[in-house]
């Protein structure tokens, strides 16, 4: 199942540039998310990862920190908010409760074993490297200079299932992959960090862990986490068709902050000292910025600033 999310951007930013206004786009695109009755990820969930490609030890404690930062309940002082937990809290809105991540199994496939080219059932086959059983999500993220089938064509990740019906749960672990656009699209996968492709060319924003690539990789992983738990197997919660379904997150294309319009990530918060944008803090003293998400109680896009 693939995210739907930087596809939307682009249409976002499409329209914009042709003259349609945001308020035009939210008329014509109601966030009606319905819930299809299908099994949802609740509870415990163990996230294992695998590093397909070449990865710096500092690459990977961003991603893992991030993590980490979805469930930390050091959140209590004004200076912790707003958070990365905080964020996610938005999931328990979502029927059957909270959703905890906790980090299991990681593995480092730093020789390329399947190529530096993937098709998609490449991914598929690399999620069932960790076998973590129906309770949890594999991870796969891959390297800057590793190609993927339809990658910046229309996609910058996806989720899924392992098994071989994945609209039934007890076929398959839920898997998502994400791929460092560093070098390939940073304009489409990892903006705002990066002047869009397409669109208005606002100045791009500074990316709080100073790694484009990466940071622009916790903005689509949150996506495709989300997403996942809310929507693991395709009879979740989504809009439109379930071949092209807009989910928890990627109904919510660009927005950041509040005030956000086509080509404008929204007012979000800017480190004095780096003049980095981040809209949440996380463990580890690591700032992110990170999406909107649909609230089901308010029926709105949520941001945190």
């Not at 973590?132 to 891959?142: A, K, M, Y």
């Not at 071989?164 to 998502?176: F, K, L, M, Q, T």
């Not at 100045?203 to 992983?221: C, K, Q, R, T």
Request: overall charge positive.
């Amino acid at each position: 199942m693939a995210s739907n999310y930087r596809f939307a951007i682009f249409l976002t930013l499409f329209f914009a540039t042709a003259g349609f206004s945001a308020a035009a786009l939210v008329e014509e695109q109601p966030l009606v998310m319905k819930y299809h009755n299908g099994v949802l990820l609740k509870g415990n969930i163990t996230v294992n990862l695998v590093w397909y490609g070449k990865f710096t030890p500092i690459q990977r404690s961003v991603i893992v920190d991030f993590i980490h930062s979805l469930n930390s309940k050091d959140v209590a002082s004004s200076a912790a908010v707003p958070s990365v937990a905080s964020w996610w809290k938005t999931t328990e809105k979502y029927k059957g409760g909270s959703s905890t991540l906790v980090v299991g199994k990681q593995l480092l496939l730093e020789n390329y074993p399947l190529g530096k080219s993937l098709k998609n059932p490449y991914l598929r086959a690399l999620s069932t490297k960790l076998n973590g059983g129906l309770r949890s999500i594999t991870v796969v993220l891959t390297a800057k200079d590793v190609t993927v089938e339809r990658f910046c064509m229309s996609r910058c990740g996806t989720h899924g299932s392992s098994g071989s019906n994945p609209r039934r749960a007890a076929n398959g672990a839920a898997y998502v992959w994400v791929g460092n656009s560093e070098t390939q699209c940073p304009g489409y996968c990892a903006w705002p960090f990066h002047q869009p492709i397409y669109g208005p060319q606002t100045p791009p924003l500074v990316a709080p862990n100073g790694d484009v690539g990466v940071d622009g990789m916790i903005i689509n992983l949150a996506t495709l986490l989300a997403n996942t738990v809310t929507n693991p197997f395709n009879n979740g919660y989504y809009q439109g068709p379930p071949t092209a379904p807009l989910e928890a997150v990627s109904a919510c294309p660009g927005i950041f902050g509040s005030g956000s319009y086509p080509g404008y990530a929204g007012r979000v918060l800017v480190d004095k000292t780096t003049g980095s944008s981040y809209n949440a803090r996380g463990l580890a003293g690591r700032k992110y910025l990170l999406p909107a998400m649909w609230d089901p109680q308010s029926s709105t896009c949520k941001t945190l600033v």
